[in-house]
């Protein structure tokens, strides 16, 4: 069986208009399918990048609504993995930032980001309280697919190495972070944190960024990359929308977990709820 994966990557400079963004984004999708890709990626806030009000207006329930069946369509009809970095997810009277992963079957997994963006940055936009718009998750994920493990993980999540280690401990190869990191703290810390978790968790990182400046003003970082358990970066983009298409190679893996068994050397552990 192969150990190599084609990863597409779709950066974005998402405005508030679903329409707009899903429309991109299948125009991009059908282009790395085509190329070969069967892992896609998207990042944070694809489908909306908007106000709050933006956010709970066009929230979807899990797994209904014309945006996700559209999304599942398209994925069933290309005959890929489909992962949409997040979208606004109507729990009963909460709304979540939710990553889902739709498969050739339809949706199969989905990730309610854990840590709220509640920070204050020397940008234009200044103050950030994503707490005051979504409902912090409460599970970790890892998604099984064929030959693979895909752990979870949104933007600020980025910054919680134990929330890494947990996924990394359940199995996972690869690990996404679809992001819309601001463009201050991007050129600071996008790429080393990055490349840090990829080394600490031994294991691939595919790294899927908004980038520019968007409709309501707050500019982006972008550079969405894709680096290898020893913390190589393999591709990179700028912060222009753009697709990428990278070939990752799974079997480099074990024989590193092999030589250098960090896991089983580590004295310290995390507790989280594992989704079941």
């Known amino acids: 069986m192969s150990t190599k994966l084609m990863i597409g990557i779709v950066q974005m400079t998402s405005g508030s208009d679903p329409e707009s963004n899903v429309e991109y984004i299948e125009r991009c999708v059908r282009q790395l399918a085509l190329a070969g890709a069967k892992l896609i990626v998207t990042p944070e806030n694809a489908i909306v990048f908007g106000s709050r009000a933006d956010y709970h207006h066009y929230a979807e329930p899990l797994g209904a609504g014309l945006i996700q069946n559209h999304l599942a369509v398209l994925a069933e009809e290309l005959n890929i993995d489909l992962l949409i970095g997040s979208m606004p997810v109507r729990n009963h009277e909460r709304v979540m930032t939710t990553s889902l992963l739709f498969t050739p079957r339809g949706l199969a997994d989905h990730y309610d980001k854990l840590h709220m963006f509640d920070v204050d940055v020397a940008d234009g936009h200044q103050r950030y309280r994503e707490s005051e718009t979504f409902e912090a998750g409460s599970n970790v994920v890892v998604a099984k697919r064929d030959g693979f493990n895909l752990g979870l993980s949104i933007c600020y999540d980025l910054r919680f190495p134990h929330l890494f280690n947990q996924l990394a401990r359940q199995g996972a190869d690869i690990i ?101």
């Open 176 to 276: 996404t972070v679809p992001a819309a990191f601001t463009e201050v703290t991007g050129e600071a810390h996008w790429e080393v944190l990055l490349r840090a978790r990829a080394i600490e968790n031994q294991c691939f990182i595919v790294a899927v960024g908004q980038g520019g400046t968007h409709p309501c003003g707050r500019r982006t970082w972008g550079h969405s990359m894709v680096i290898d358990p020893w913390g190589r970066v393999i591709q990179q983009l700028d912060q222009k929308p753009d697709t990428l298409l990278v070939e990752i190679d799974l079997g480099q893996i074990e024989p590193l977990k092999r030589d250098m068994p960090i896991q089983s050397h580590a004295r310290f552990e995390n507790k989280f709820k594992e989704n079941n």
